[in-house]
C-alpha cells in the first residue's frame, strides 16, 4: 500500500496555514501543524523560542511548509516589536533547519517570505533578481531568506515571496473592508500607490505546483499589481457602498501607523514572469476577477 504523504505546517493556524490544510487535505495528505499553542488534534506543540517541540511524527514528515511569524501588520513596530518580527521568523526558521535532521523523509521545503524586500522609490517592476532594499522590512526579508537558505543541501526547497493574500477569512482584505462598510471607503495617501495582491487560493495551488514540480528558487507570488484606489474602488463597488470621499492624507496615516504606515502607502510593483515561466498557471489574475471571487462567497 502507498505511504500517506504527509505534511508539516510551522504556524499553520494562521490565515494562509488553514486553507493550505484544507487544500492538502483535499488532496487526501495528512497535515500536522507546529503550533506554540497546540490544542487542536493534528497540531504539534513547538516553541522555537527555547527551541523545545514534540518529535512524536517526525519520521512520517515528506515536506515542511514554513509559515511562522509574528504578524507583520498587527502591531505598532517598536524596537521590541520589530525585534519579534525579526525572531519569530529567522529563530523558527533556523530551529526548523535544525530538526530537518530529524525527518528522514523530508523531500521537500516551502519557506514563506515578502515581496517587500526590494529598494522602493525606483518606478520599476522587480524581479527576484534585483536587490534588497535598506528598509526595516527588506532587511527582515534578508535574513528570513538566509535562514530558508540552511535548507541547502537538506531537500529541494522554494522560498515564496507572498503579496498581500486577499481572503475573506482575515488579512489584509477584512482591513480594507472596515471603513468601506461604514461608508467611509477612500483612496490612502495619494491612492496611486501599487500594490501586489494574491488570491489565497492562487497562492495555495503555487505551493502545491512547487512541490508537484520540485521548484528550487526564490519566486515572487504575486498575482498582479493595482494601485490602492483601484483596490479601495473595488471593495466598495462588491459591497454594494459609496466611494466619493477624498482621500485619507499620507500625513494622517503616518501619525497613525507610524513606520508601519509603508504597508499601505508603499508604491511597489512586482513582476510574476519567473513562476508563469514554470508553467504555473493563475486562475485568479485579475483584480476584479479575485474580488468577484471573494465577495460571491
Ligand atoms: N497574509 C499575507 O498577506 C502575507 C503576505 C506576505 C507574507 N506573509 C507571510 O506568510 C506567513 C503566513 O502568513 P499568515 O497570513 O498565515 O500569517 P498569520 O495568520 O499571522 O499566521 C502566522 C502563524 O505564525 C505563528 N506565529 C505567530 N507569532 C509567532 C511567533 N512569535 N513565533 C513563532 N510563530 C509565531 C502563529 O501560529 P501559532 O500561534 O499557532 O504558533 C500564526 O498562526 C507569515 O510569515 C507572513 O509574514 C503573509
Known sequence: ???????????GSGLIGKQLTKVFKERGYRVYKLS????????????PKTKQVDEKY????????????????????????????IDSRVQSTEFLSELAAKMPK????????????????????FQETDEYGTDFLSTLVHDWEKAHDRFEGICPYMKLRIAMVLSNRGGSLT???????FGLGSPLGSGNQYH?????????????????????????AVADCDTNRTMMKGIAKYMHRPFFLPPV????????LGER?????????????????????????????????LFAK
Open 106 to 125: 523530508l523531500s521537500y521545503y516551502v519557506g514563506a517570505s515578502g515581496v517587500n524586500c526590494y529598494e522602493l522609490g525606483q518606478n520599476k517592476v
Open 175 to 181: 482591513a480594507m473592508k472596515r471603513p468601506v462598510f
Open 261 to 293: 504606515s509603508m504597508l499601505v502607502l508603499s508604491d511597489l510593483r512586482v513582476s510574476n514572469d519567473k513562476i508563469k515561466n514554470t508553467g504555473f498557471e493563475f486562475k485568479l489574475d485579475k483584480l476584479n476577477k479575485a474580488l468577484k471571487a
Open 196 to 220: 501586489p495582491w494574491i488570491h489565497i487560493d492562487d497562492l495555495c495551488r503555487m505551493i502545491v505546483f512547487g512541490i508537484d514540480q520540485q521548484l528550487e528558487g526564490t519566486f515572487n
Open 1 to 11: 500500500m502507498e505511504e500517506t504523504k504527509t505534511v508539516l505546517i510551522a504556524g
Open 58 to 85: 517526525f519520521s512520517r514528515i515528506h515536506v515542511l511548509i514554513n509559515l511562522a511569524g509574528a504578524n507583520i501588520g498587527d502591531k505598532n513596530w517598536s524596537a521590541s516589536r520589530k525585534q519579534e518580527l
Open 249 to 256: 492624507p499620507s500625513g494622517i496615516l503616518k501619525f497613525i
Open 36 to 47: 506554540r499553542n497546540a490544542r487542536k488534534q493534528g497540531h504539534i506543540q513547538w516553541d
